[in-house]
């Protein structure tokens, strides 16, 4: 891939924000065991501060990409940057429930304006093949910020929790400097202005491909936020794993397999998916599926453990892809709103998922196959899903509402 000088600052800067955010978000669950210890909290207590982060994350994300298409990246995203670094410093020296909780959510704000800004910036300043790529890229930023989370963030939190969200200060106010210096908002024309004018919050909700990958996205997340938080507990109960250290190490390197996953597919979407997008989603979440059955029933701890990198993996792939579609099928006028869209179909999976499988659990007396099978059987709707999606439909009902 050759970008230009402007573009690789553009990259870096993307790709950094979004590798501190990640890990920013990988971190709390080991800050509120720390918070539980030093307050003496209950854990329903310590899981309000975990909740209102993702009531934050949806207020912004539902008219986030709206603002974005509306008024552009630059100042939406150089805002959101500025409120995180409030609310971040305003969390470290909080002490009450009520404070922290407020603080958090006030964070996720922050964390949903990267998620909805960032498609923007590269459909605007990226083209052709470069979608793949570095959109591919952002999604690793996931694995990358997990892995930060779970060595460098966990010492230190381990040490002073307070000191971690300071140092995670100064990372955020480093991406405002960075955010602001070499990301520029493209000068637009008098008819662009006025077309981004005319855009309504609505307008990719009317869009049959944006529900369709949505959809998608809402199964898929679903499965990949089940496997991952039920982890521990299915190592526990299938092979009496109680060693949180050795989990914590599988989930290091789940993380940055799911990261080089993530990079990967970019590279395979390009070079033989191309135009094919579809038939990749569809092949790997059938294969996912398969996987899933085989890691449910499998009682070789090493095989387990290899089905579990295989359906990260594949998860990712399929992921990725539905990620892609959009910048083929969206017009950049909506691509903002069009990726909150998606956003929040992936977000609905992850509420659903640890609500759903609990269940499941609990009415199968504790064992976890009832759970994966429907997890399989998402996987299954998931691949259908593409069948839906028209490819041909390329920019057309809603780039023409624009001229």
Known sequence: MILTKEQWKIAITVLIMGSFIS?????????????????????????MILSVY????????IPGGWLVDRFGYRKFILSSLFVL???????????????????RMGVGLGHASYTTGSPKIISTNFGGEQHASIQSKVLATAGVG????????????????????????????????????????????????????????FDAWKE??????????LFTNLVATGVISWLPSVLKANFHM??????????????????????????????????KEKTFITLSSLAAATCLIGFIYSTHFVITVL??????????????????????????QVIGA??????????MGGIIAPILIGNLVTESGGSFVTAYIAMSICLVAASIVPFCINLKQTVHSLAESYK
Not at 316 to 322: E, R
Request: with cysteine.
């Open 208 to 217: 049959k491909n944006v529900l369709c990958i949505a959809i998608g996205m």
């Open 242 to 275: 109680m060693d949180n250290t050795k989990i914590g190490y599988l989930l290091t390197s789940n993380s940055i397999l799911m990261a080089v996953a993530t990079m990967a597919a970019g590279i395979l979407i390009n070079k033989y998916f191309k135009q």
């Open 307 to 332: 089905l579990l990198y295989a359906i990260s993996v594949l998860l990712m792939f399929a992921f990725t892809a539905y990620m892609v579609l959009p910048y083929r099928l969206v017009s950049n």
């Open 146 to 201: 997990g892995v930060l989370a779970f060595t460098i963030g966990t010492q230190i939190i381990n040490s002073n929790w307070r000191v971690a969200y300071w140092l995670i200060t100064i990372f955020y106010i480093a991406l405002w400097l960075m955010m602001f210096i070499f990301v520029k908002e493209k000068e637009h024309s008098p008819k662009t202005t006025k077309s981004r004018e005319s855009v309504s919050l």
């Open 54 to 61: 993702y009531i934050g994350f949806t207020l912004i994300t």
């Open 23 to 47: 890990m920013d978000k990988n971190m709390i669950s080991m800050t509120v065991l720390a918070l539980g210890d030093q307050f003496h909290w209950l854990p329903n207590q310590t899981g």
């Open 338 to 347: 069009s990726f909150s869209v998606i956003n929040i179909g992936a977000f």
């Open 85 to 103: 670094i409030l609310f971040t410093i305003f969390f470290s020296l909080s002490s009450s429930l009520l404070a922290l909780a407020m603080m």
